[in-house]
């Protein structure tokens, strides 16, 4: 998808391990989501960033961590990672606090063994 | 508990045709309402969007309606095409004042196969 990258794509970590999922947008957006989807339902908002600087949970923001390390980049940490937290991960950007998300990424399908 | 439901896992409409896929919602404090629309192997991608004190919004083929009373909303795709073959989400924002702040939740999502 234009403008959101998100990195890897798949990985397959074991019980306990950590690893951060990567993303960036081009777009100079101002906000920024991640969320996560299982099987069978929507998409669930882990944390977001409504501006450079700032950070807030979402609906299930348990284990798991997030940095916004710029106006571009925001990254999602699992410390240690849980067979649960198996799921396909995007992230999303939005122009501005108080704009719907347009842009998502494609995706990264985690699975943890 | 599934605050936005999307009852029809699927839904089969002849090219041409109109396609209408459902949602129902439960939490009355959902004041803005979107669709989303998801290609395999790609995230999603804004389609359009409705604030609770409207009834209907329009944008070009596609027109989602909104009754309050019922808690449902409908989006309507007319003419169906089949590159409209997608799997369609409906989502809703609590206390968003007629505009959303991304805190989305989510329907379970309708997959829709428009066949030539």
């Known amino acids: 998808n234009a403008g959101v990258t998100q990195t890897p794509k798949f990985q397959v970590l074991k019980t306990g391990q950590s690893m951060t999922l990567q993303c960036a947008q081009d777009?100079?957006?101002?906000?920024m989501y991640w969320y996560r989807q299982d099987p069978g339902m929507g998409l669930r908002l882990i944390y977001y960033?409504?501006?450079?600087?700032?950070?807030d949970k979402g609906e299930v923001p348990n284990g798991y961590n997030v940095s916004r390390l710029n106006k571009r980049e925001f990254s999602l940490r699992l410390e240690s990672a849980a067979p649960s937290q198996t799921s396909v991960y995007f992230c999303?950007?939005?122009?501005?606090?108080?704009?719907?998300?347009?842009?998502f990424g494609d995706g990264t399908r985690l699975s943890i063994l | 508990d599934q605050q936005v439901k999307q009852n029809s896992p699927s839904l089969s409409v002849q090219e041409g045709r109109i396609s209408i896929l459902n949602c129902d919602y439960t939490?009355?404090?959902?004041?803005?309402f979107l669709w989303y629309k998801k290609y395999p192997a790609e995230g999603p991608t804004f389609l359009i969007s409705?604030?609770?004190?409207?009834d209907k919004n329009e944008d070009g083929r596609f027109t989602v309606f909104l009754n309050k009373s019922a808690k449902h909303l409908s989006l309507h795709i007319v003419p169906s095409q089949p590159g409209d073959s997608a799997v369609y989400f409906c989502?809703?924002?609590?206390?968003?004042?007629?505009?959303?702040?991304?805190?989305?939740?989510f329907g379970q999502g309708t997959i829709l196969t428009v066949h030539p």
């Open positions: 999303a950007s939005s122009e501005r606090w108080g704009r719907q998300p347009q842009h």
């Open positions: 777009m100079n957006h101002n906000s």
């Open positions: 960033s409504a501006s450079e600087g700032t950070t």
């Open positions: 939490n009355s404090m959902f004041d803005y």
């Open positions: 409705i604030s609770s004190i409207k």
């Open positions: 989502a809703a924002d609590a206390n968003a004042g007629g505009t959303s702040y991304g805190k989305l939740t």
